[in-house]
Nanobody, 115 residues
Framework: QVQLVESGGGLVQAGGSLRLSCAAS????????MGWYRRAPGKQRELVAT???????NYADSVKGRFTISREPAKNTIYLQMNSLKPEDTAVYYC?????????WGQGTQVTVSS
């Protein structure tokens, strides 16, 4: 089973930037659409960005223009570049499939944005 490991989170001030990484144990990014999700305290997990098999991207309205999803298939890694961070972006961020395929959820990476 493919395993996903997220990293790159941390504590940042509002307006700052972070770059998250998601490393997969197998070469899947060329065959499945992938997404970044987040779960804020007391809220359900939400999908914030997706990247399709051919590289097309989509974003939730709340992050559009601030976040950028990308991938590096040779490293079995996808990224989430987060700019102009806001306190409401505070959450645990996860990656997983964004279509019919998903694997077990990883531990995620905590992002905390202070005001």
């Amino acid at each position: 089973q493919v395993q996903l490991v997220e990293s790159g989170g941390g504590l940042v001030q509002a307006g700052g930037s972070l770059r998250l990484s998601c490393a997969a144990s197998g070469n899947i990014f060329s065959i499945v659409a992938m997404g970044w999700y987040r779960r804020a305290p007391g809220k359900q997990r939400e999908l914030v960005a997706t990247i399709g098999i051919r590289g097309s991207t989509n974003y939730a309205d709340s992050v559009k223009g601030r976040f950028t999803i990308s991938r590096e298939p040779a490293k079995n890694t996808i990224y989430l570049q987060m700019n102009s961070l806001k306190p409401e972006d505070t959450a645990v961020y996860y990656c997983n499939g964004a279509g019919s395929w998903q694997t077990d959820w990883g531990q995620g990476t905590q992002v905390t944005v202070s005001s």
